[in-house]
């Protein structure tokens, strides 16, 4: 018996790292052609480059226009979920804490409006954008990701705030801080592990977003990272190693933010598993 489970261990574990190879194979196959010419390239795109040179990614870099375009997209990305955060957990914290008959109502229609799909309402939310003259502006843009991402934010803060003692919040008030200064001072600190989570889903989801992007922002000056990089690829699509450079250079903030917030993405996972 010890041996069969030796064994099926082993290949589990052999599975396991197949399915990683597997997955991971389109990034490190971008990864080694960002580093070659179209002529390497087309002659053997699994091959190592013969020189490893960074020419492709400063031309890249230039030509795209990377600096305008991450920073609109760092601008949109961080309002929107910093907006998501605050807004959703004040609106949760009202609807668990206050005994109106209009909360429920407001949080079931909060929770239905989670099964609308996008693509529903994208054509007539671009025309009443379109004919109040609020389009071709971050803000607009960044507004509508703070009213698709509040449902989801809301329905995830109601939850955790209903297993927060009210007698916290009670010894608070009894000290002289009022409701907002509980909020922030003993609620919004102990659901750290529910807004870890939803920044790092947003963050992913605002981030890589295009089609809400590509219907609200029309000037190349104001185009986030994957409208930049789209319209990159329409203009060099012959050359192949500026597209992966182009590609790498898109996805590396994403990469480097997950890095970042390694430690906290783990704990924020446990400690949401331990109070589930």
Not at 121 to 129: A, D, S, T
Not at 189 to 200: A, D, G, K, Q
Request: glycine letters at 4%; one cysteine or more; hydrophobic letters at 55%.
């Amino acid at each position: 018996m010890k041996a069969l489970r030796r064994a099926y261990a082993i290949l589990r574990h052999a599975v396991l790292y197949a399915l990683f190879v597997l997955y991971l194979s389109p990034f490190f196959l971008v990864l080694l052609n960002s580093f070659k010419s179209r002529r390497e390239i087309v002659s053997n795109p699994f091959a190592l480059p013969p020189a490893w040179s960074l020419n492709n990614f400063i031309t890249a870099f230039q030509r795209m226009g990377f600096v305008p375009a991450f920073l609109n997209s760092l601008l949109i990305t961080t309002c929107s979920v910093i907006g998501i955060a605050v807004f959703s957990s004040m609106t949760a914290y009202l609807f668990v804490r206050t005994d109106w008959r209009i909360n429920k109502v407001m949080f079931f229609a909060m929770v239905a409006s989670m099964l609308i799909p996008f693509q529903a309402i994208m054509i007539p939310l671009v025309r009443i954008y379109g004919s109040l003259s609020m389009l071709n502006t971050p803000w607009s843009l960044i507004y509508m990701y703070l009213g698709f991402g509040s449902s989801f934010a809301v329905f995830l803060y109601h939850g955790f705030i209903k297993s927060i003692p009210k007698e916290l919040e009670e010894a608070a008030m009894i000290d002289g801080c009022s409701r907002l200064q509980v909020f922030f001072r003993v609620v919004f600190p102990l659901l750290r592990s529910t807004t870890l989570s939803l920044i790092i889903l947003n963050v992913l989801w605002i981030w890589n977003d295009f089609l809400l992007p590509s219907l609200v922002l029309i000037s190349a000056d104001r185009r986030t990272l994957p409208l930049t990089t789209f319209y990159f690829h329409g203009t060099y699509s012959s050359d192949y190693g500026l597209l992966m450079a182009s590609l790498m250079l898109t996805i590396l903030p994403v990469i480097a933010f997950y890095i970042a917030l390694q430690k906290h993405i783990i704990r924020g996972v446990m400690e949401g598993a331990i109070k589930a």
